[in-house]
Nanobody, 125 residues
Framework: QVQLVESGGGSVQAGDFLRLSCAAS????????MGWFRQAPGKEREFVAN??????????AELSDSVKARFTMSRDNESTVSLRMNNLKPEDTAVYLC????????????????WGQGTQVTVSS
């Protein structure tokens, strides 16, 4: 079955960086989008970033307006993605979740059908 495993979370000070990774298994993910979401206590889940499959072995990175000046996302291979988070702020504190969906179908941040358990990121001021 499909499994997503996140790693790289932790507790840091404001201004520090972290690099999250997500490894997917259970099928071939070459034509899948792989994304990151986050959920802070008492808040709704929020889209962070996505690597959108655009054909062949090409992926296009998309980031939310709230993080695109500080975060970068890369597709390391067809089943692994990384999220580099620079200049972290206390408001970035959340559980970060990796998710996948079939590529070439959705234009918004909806449609993700498989999710990881998440990795905690805590940023103190």
């Amino acid at each position: 079955q499909v499994q997503l495993v996140e790693s790289g979370g932790g507790s840091v000070q404001a201004g520090d960086f972290l690099r999250l990774s997500c490894a997917a298994s259970g099928r071939t993910f070459r034509t899948y989008d792989m994304g990151w979401f986050r959920q802070a206590p008492g808040k709704e889940r929020e889209f962070v970033a996505n690597t959108r499959w655009t054909g062949g072995n090409i992926y296009s990175a998309e980031l939310s307006d709230s993080v695109k000046a500080r975060f970068t996302m890369s597709r390391d291979n067809e089943s692994t993605v990384s999220l580099r988070m620079n200049n972290l702020k206390p408001e970035d504190t959340a559980v970060y979740l990796c998710a996948v969906r079939p590529g070439g179908v959705f234009r918004t941040s909806s449609g993700f059908e498989y999710w990881g358990q998440g990795t905690q990121v805590t940023v103190s001021s």
